[in-house]
């Protein structure tokens, strides 16, 4: 019987797919294609490396072993699924474990409510949830590709989501694969609202909800998202000058202010103290499978700024070649060093003057620079920060893709008459 489900519910799966393939706006479905093939052929090579790397040992498993439990004791006491919700778990008919789970992960146990309606309809099968969700992922960065589908920079932005780090984090059973193909559609979603003056309530609707679910699971990507946002649209419509440049600081500062009030770890006052916080509990559970980088931290800002060229040091070099002891680090070198390649190429192309970059790229790299500097502080092994640090890694790439000259190729030009794209 369980055969017949798990039979029926891909087909589910196939049939859903399908649907969406041919419902996708013609100009965009080859790209479709592309893109979500290509996710589920990552989410294949994800599953292999947690087992084979990692003894399935990895956040995935332990979200699954949860719904798996909860899935038990729902069967056997149903009236327990609505405790759930209403975030009531001492009467759940589950192990103290998992009690003492749900109450202190307060942001897993969000995503396992959001997650647990694919997991029933997966008929509880970890492959095929993950293929739910990658399939959502994939859905939800469509309508943000459809925004440059008449411009040049679309193939820029589907290669920038083929990253393959990106995209190996962005699959499965993750907060990253919700969160991240989420938040390009609030993206999309917010330029809609714009351009129609809020006009289509749906998108609105869809808007908070999106941001609901984003902000419940991973808060700080959501405060991240914002503040990017807040800057893509200053730069793009405020026209550079001195009195636009001081608002701006100003409005970037007042929006610091208001992230401190949304979420007492963006406080400046308790900032130190989160990346100390997160410093510790990385080297403490990641130590096994990755030495930590050692800083001399504590609960000061004056650490911070201490520690913090040594940081950005292995941000950007990372993993070093005596740091590289399997696959993963591996792949993780070869693809750091081919985008610090590319930076360099576009530094150099724009010294010797074959490339205009705007002021307003420099400053995005800027951002990251000190993005992926505090990053390591408070992720200091190269295993964490390889995942946590593509949050930034689409903007990175985009920058060197588009002013490194590689996407001007003849390769270039046979993909997109193949994507049939238009060249500006």
Known sequence: MNLFLLLLSSALLGLVYYFSLIRMPADLRKSYLLLSGYRFVFFGIQSLFFYFLYDNATDSFVYHHALEELAVCFKQYPADCIEFFKS???????????????????????????????????????????????FIGSICFMPFLSLHKKADTFLIWLLVLLIPSFTFWTVGILKEALVLPILFLLFYLLHSIIETK????????LFIVCMFIAWNIKYYL??????????????????????????????????GIGLGHLHPAFHWKNFPEVVYISNHLTCTKYIQAYSCIPFDLDISWTSIFLNFPKAIVYAFFSPFPWQIHNVSSLFAAIEGYLFILL????????????????????????????????????????????????????????????????????ASEQIKQYLGLKSA
Request: proline share 3%; glycine share 6%.
């Open 88 to 134: 009531d778990y001492a009467e759940l008919h589950i192990s103290a474990g998992l009690k003492e789970y749900l109450y202190t992960e307060i942001r897993v146990t969000f995503f396992l409510k959001v997650v647990l309606p694919f997991f029933l309809l997966s008929v509880q099968n970890y492959y095929l949830t993950g293929m739910w969700l990658t």
């Open 198 to 205: 809020g006009e289509q309530i749906q998108s609105v609707l």
């Open 222 to 255: 959501v405060a991240l998202f914002c503040f990017v946002s807040m800057m893509y649209y200053v730069i793009t419509y405020v026209r550079l000058s001195k009195f636009s440049v001081l608002i701006s600081i100003v409005v970037l500062i007042l929006g």
């Open 343 to 410: 930076l360099v190429l576009t530094c150099y192309k724009y010294y010797t003057g074959k490339v205009i970059v705007p002021v307003k790229a420099w400053i995005v790299l800027l951002f990251i620079l000190l993005a992926g500097g505090l990053l390591l502080l408070a992720a200091p092994n190269i295993g964490s920060f390889s995942r946590y640090r593509i949050f930034y890694l689409p903007l990175y790439g985009f920058i060197v893709f588009y002013y490194s000259g590689i996407m001007q190729s003849k």
